[in-house]
């Protein structure tokens, strides 16, 4: 696609349920970020996956937070019991072989709310 | 620890005036900054960036500064114009990460230009 395409662009949760949120990085672009930006706050980096390496998961701040990328494209993050301080808006990005001077492309993002 | 620091959340500039942005990061391994602007219900996107073997570099109406001694960057937009009103976060890397653009971003400001 033309692209960072990221569905839904709203998701309104009960806490205590699962939620997942899916990111469709542009064509051939090797490497995949996944950031949240809660109230008030800046990007927090959450994981990043580069080609067919190890994800980097140092982000993730608890182990109800879990991300796959199938396939080296789509990328599905999934929270498990979710928590009121989970609401956040959820932003994917995609960069074309993960080097440290290539620019990021976003999504639009996810707006989770938890109630 | 908040490694990147905006201390502005918001700015007003009138139109045509130059508008200012700083930025202050503590970690001497940054050697890769980025500025990202960021429009309501969109992504960030890339704006201007800057490699620590330089200290000021140009595109546009857009021009980063890096002072690496006081670990502070600034972003001056000149003239300043309505569209450019938006949220604007400043972000760093560093070859520590070699092969993983791990950005970490700072908090944002948002800049209102009045017409």
């Known amino acids: 696609g033309a692209g960072v395409s990221q569905s839904p662009s709203n998701k309104v949760t009960e806490k205590g349920k699962d939620v997942e949120l899916r990111c469709d990085p542009i064509?051939?672009?090797?490497?995949l970020y996944w950031y949240r930006q809660s109230l008030g706050q800046g990007l927090e980096f959450l994981i990043y996956f580069q080609g067919n390496s190890a994800p980097d998961k140092s982000g993730l701040p608890s182990d109800r937070f879990s991300a796959e990328r199938t396939g080296g494209s789509v990328s599905t993050l999934t929270i498990q019991r979710t928590q009121q301080e989970d609401s956040a808006v959820y932003l994917c990005?995609?960069?074309?072989?993960?080097?440290?001077?290539?620019?990021?492309?976003f999504g639009s993002g996810t707006q989770l709310s938890v109630l | 620890d908040q490694q990147v620091k905006q201390n502005s959340p918001s700015l007003s500039v009138q139109e045509g005036r130059i508008s200012i942005l700083n930025c202050d990061y503590t970690?001497?391994?940054?050697?890769?900054f980025l500025w990202y602007k960021k429009y309501p219900a969109e992504g960030p996107t890339f704006l201007i960036s800057i490699s620590s073997i330089k200290d000021k570099n140009e595109d546009g109406r857009f021009t980063v500064f890096l002072n690496k001694s006081a670990k502070h960057l600034s972003l001056h937009i000149v003239p300043s114009q309505p569209g450019d009103s938006a949220v604007y976060f400043c972000?760093?890397?560093?070859?520590?990460?070699?092969?993983?653009?791990?950005?970490?971003f700072g908090t944002g400001t948002r800049l209102t230009i009045i017409p």
């Open positions: 064509s051939g672009h090797t490497a």
């Open positions: 970690n001497s391994m940054f050697d890769y």
């Open positions: 972000a760093a890397s560093g070859e520590s990460n070699f092969g993983n653009e791990k950005l970490t």
């Open positions: 990005a995609s960069s074309q072989g993960g080097l440290s001077n290539e620019k990021l492309f």
